[in-house]
C-alpha cells in the first residue's frame, strides 16, 4: 500500500473508533439514516515462545489488528444535529469466542449513545475508546497490533524481571461508564476529552480523565495525551491488571504521551514518548516507567515495509529494569479491503532471555 493510502486507512480506522461516520446531507429529520454492520476478521499462523519457555506453534487470532464486529447509525434531527450510536465487540477468530478474552464483555470495543454537530462536536456517553488509546496507535507503524507492535506492548501489556513489576497502562483501551466530548476539526487541530465515572457509593473521588490533542498539517503529524486513573476496576469492567498482587495499595496512575510523524514519500518516520507513574502505597514506592518509540512504513510493491523499536526504563523505590522490543513486519494489499502480512517480535527485559513471536496471517474488512 503507498504511504498516502495507509495513512489515510489509518486515520479512517481512528475515525471509526472515535465517533461514526456522517450522514449524507439533505436527510429528512426524524429519520433514520440506516444501520451499518461493519468489522473485520483477522487471524494468522505461527510460533511463540515466552521468555525462558519452550516455542509452541499456533493459529493466532488479531495478528495485526484485534477481529471486531459491530453496528452503528445516527438519526437526522435537523440543523446539522445527529443522534448517533455504535455497537461493537472484540471476538477471537481461532476459537469463535466472543471477546479478546475469556474474561473480556459481549461489547468492550465501544458502546455508545451520543448527539454530534459539526459546530459544537460530540458527545457521547457509554462504554468509549480512550484518546489515549488512539494518540498511541496513530504514531506507531503497526497501529494497534497486540501481537507484533512494540508501542502497544510498552503502553498496554505488563512486564517483569522478577523486581520491578510493569503494570503498563491500567484502565484498558476504553472505559466504561464514561463521557467523551470531541471537538470539531478546526486547522487540523482536534481536542477529545474523556470522564468515566467510578461508581462507588460514597466515593466520588474514583474516576477516571483524559484527553488528547491531536493536529495533522500535510505531511506532519503530531498528538499529545494524558490521561488520570484513580481506581484500579469496577464489577464489570477489563481493568484489572495480570498481576494485582503486585499492585497492594495502588493510588492512583498518572500517564502522558507525545507522538509525531512525518511521511516523506519514500518512507513514513514516527516517533513517540510516554511517562507512565502509577503511585502504590507500599514497601518500594511508585512504579515510574519512561519508554520511546521510533518506525517507520516503506512502500514496497503492492504492500510497505514495517519496522518499529522501543525502549523502557522501568523502576521502583528498590530496583530497575529496562526493556528492549522490536518488529519487523510486510504487509501485502490483494484489495482494498484484504491484505496479508508476515511478521517478527522480539521482546527481550533485561538480565532475562528473549521472547519473540513470528507468523503469517490475513486481514478482511466488511
Known amino acids: 500500500m503507498h504511504l498516502k493510502h495507509r495513512a489515510l486507512a489509518a486515520a479512517a480506522m481512528a475515525a471509526s473508533l472515535a465517533q461514526p461516520a456522517l450522514a449524507q446531507s439533505g436527510v429528512t ?33 488479531g495478528g495485526m489488528q484485534t477481529s471486531y464486529w459491530g453496528m452503528r447509525g445516527n438519526e437526522d434531527l435537523g440543523n446539522g444535529l445527529k443522534a448517533i450510536f455504535d455497537l461493537n465487540g472484540f471476538y477471537r477468530v481461532d476459537t469463535g469466542r466472543f471477546g479478546r478474552s475469556d474474561t473480556d464483555g459481549f461489547l468492550t470495543r465501544s458502546a455508545y449513545a451520543g448527539l454530534q454537530s459539526p459546530k459544537y462536536g460530540t458527545v457521547r456517553l457509554g462504554r468509549n475508546t480512550t484518546p489515549y488509546f488512539l494518540s498511541t496507535i496513530l504514531f506507531n507503524p503497526l497501529v494497534d497490533s497486540y501481537n507484533f507492535g512494540p508501542s502497544i506492548f510498552h503502553t498496554y501489556k505488563t512486564a517483569t524481571d522478577g523486581r520491578v513489576f510493569d503494570p503498563g497502562i491500567i484502565g484498558d483501551s476504553g472505559w466504561s461508564n464514561s463521557v467523551v466530548y470531541s471537538s470539531p476539526t478546526a486547522g487540523g487541530l482536534t481536542v477529545n476529552l474523556i470522564y468515566a465515572f467510578g461508581e462507588q457509593a460514597g466515593s466520588t473521588g474514583q474516576n477516571k480523565w483524559g484527553g488528547n490533542v491531536t493536529w495533522f498539517s500535510g505531511a506532519f503529524a503530531a498528538t499529545a495525551a494524558f490521561q488520570q486513573v484513580s481506581f484500579n476496576a469496577v464489577p464489570g469492567d477489563v481493568t484489572a491488571p495480570a498481576a494485582p498482587a503486585a499492585l497492594a495499595g495502588f493510588d492512583k496512575q498518572t500517564a502522558a504521551q507525545l507522538g509525531v510523524s512525518y511521511d516523506l514519500g519514500v518512507a513514513k518516520l514516527f516517533g513517540q514518548a510516554q511517562y507512565i507513574r502509577t503511585a502504590v502505597n507500599g514497601a518500594q514506592g511508585d512504579i515510574r516507567h519512561a519508554n520511546g518509540q521510533v518506525g517507520t512504513s516503506i512502500p514496497a510493491g503492492a504492500g510497505s515495509v514495517l519496522a518499529s523499536y522501543a525502549y523502557a526504563n522501568t523502576r521502583n523505590d528498590v530496583a530497575a529494569m529496562g526493556r528492549h522490543t522490536a518488529a519487523i513486519a510486510y504487509d501485502y494489499n490483494l484489495s482494498k479491503r484484504t491484505d496479508l502480512y508476515a511478521a517478527y517480535f522480539y521482546d527481550r527485559v533485561t538480565g532475562r532471555p528473549h521472547a519473540e513471536t513470528l507468523g503469517a496471517g490475513m486481514r478482511h474488512r466488511f
Open 29 to 61: 429529520p426524524g429519520v433514520t439514516s440506516g444501520v451499518t454492520l461493519y468489522g473485520q476478521v483477522d487471524a494468522f499462523v505461527g510460533s511463540t515462545r515466552a521468555s525462558g519457555g519452550e516455542r509452541t506453534a499456533i493459529v493466532g487470532a
